[in-house]
C-alpha cells in the first residue's frame, strides 16, 4: 500500500514568489494534516482537514498561506508571497479520522526561499 | 497549552550501549503519547506509542512507559545498534475533537560502531 505521497521533494524559490506543495493521503484516511519543521524543530501543525473541511487552521499564516483539499482526498499548500522566513520543511500526514491514534507522515517537502 | 519537552541531543553512543532519551509533557486532560522516529532521508515514523496512564510502549527493542505521576514517557532500549542512528520525537495528541500531534524539539541519537 502506497505511503501518504508529497511533491516536489525539494524547491528552491526566490522571495514574494508563490510556490504550492501537493499531498496525496493514504487511500481512506478522512484527516489530513500539514506540519511545519523548521530545522533542529518538532513539526508544528498549520493545518486539519477532516474530510474536505478545515477544522482547525489557527496556526495558519492566513495572509501568504492557503490550503484546500477538494474532493476530501488530496491537498496543496500554498505560500504567496513567500518570505526568506519560510525556509522549511512542509510534511503531510493523514489518519483514520477521528479516535484514530496513529498518523502516518510523508517524506516532506524542503524549501529553501533565497 | 499541551506541549512536550525532550532531552537536548546530540547523543553519541556506541552500539550495544544503554539508551535513554528522557520526554516530558504538559496536558489537559489524558492525552496520548508516542515516540516517533526520523531516519536520514525519509519521513516521520510512529516507533510505539501509549493511550493511558502505565501503558508500555515497545517496537524494534525499544520502550516507553506513561508515566502520569511525572507526566514522563521516557523512550530506553537496552543495547543499541548502528541502524537506531535517527531523530527521536516525542509527542502527545490533543484528543479533543481529533488528533492533534504536539511534539517535542527532538533529539539526535548518533550510534558508532
Known amino acids: 500500500e502506497a505511503g501518504v505521497v508529497q511533491s516536489p521533494r525539494y524547491k528552491i524559490i526566490e522571495k514574494k514568489q508563490p510556490v504550492a506543495f501537493w499531498c496525496n493521503p493514504i487511500s481512506g484516511h478522512n484527516t489530513l494534516y500539514w506540519y511545519l519543521q523548521n530545522l533542529g524543530q518538532g513539526p508544528e501543525l498549520l493545518i486539519r482537514y477532516e474530510n474536505e473541511e478545515a477544522v482547525d487552521d489557527s496556526q495558519l499564516p492566513k495572509d501568504r498561506f492557503s490550503a484546500e483539499r477538494l474532493k476530501g482526498v488530496d491537498s496543496t499548500l500554498k505560500i504567496q508571497p513567500a518570505e526568506l522566513g519560510d525556509s522549511a520543511v512542509y510534511l503531510c500526514?493523514?489518519?483514520?479520522?477521528?479516535?484514530?491514534?496513529?498518523?502516518?507522515f510523508g517524506q516532506g517537502t524542503r524549501l529553501t526561499v533565497v | 497549552g499541551n506541549s512536550v519537552t525532550q532531552m537536548e541531543g546530540p547523543v553519541t553512543l556506541s552500539e550495544e550501549a544503554f539508551l535513554t532519551i528522557n520526554c516530558t509533557y504538559t496536558?489537559?486532560?489524558?492525552?496520548?503519547l508516542f515516540w516517533y522516529v526520523q531516519y536520514p532521508g525519509e519521513g516521520l515514523q510512529l516507533l510505539l506509542k501509549a493511550t493511558k496512564a502505565d501503558d508500555k510502549g515497545s517496537n524494534k527493542g525499544f520502550e516507553a512507559t506513561y508515566r502520569k505521576e511525572t507526566t514522563s514517557f521516557h523512550l530506553e532500549k537496552g543495547s543499541v545498534q548502528v541502524s537506531d542512528s535517527a531523530v527521536y520525537f516525542c509527542?502527545?495528541?490533543?484528543?479533543?475533537?481529533?488528533?492533534?500531534?504536539?511534539f517535542g524539539q527532538g533529539t539526535r541519537l548518533t550510534i558508532n560502531p
Open positions: 496536558a489537559t486532560g489524558y492525552p496520548s
Open positions: 509527542a502527545l495528541s490533543d484528543l479533543q475533537g481529533a488528533q492533534k500531534l504536539v
Open positions: 500526514a493523514s489518519s483514520l479520522g477521528q479516535g484514530a491514534a496513529e498518523a502516518f
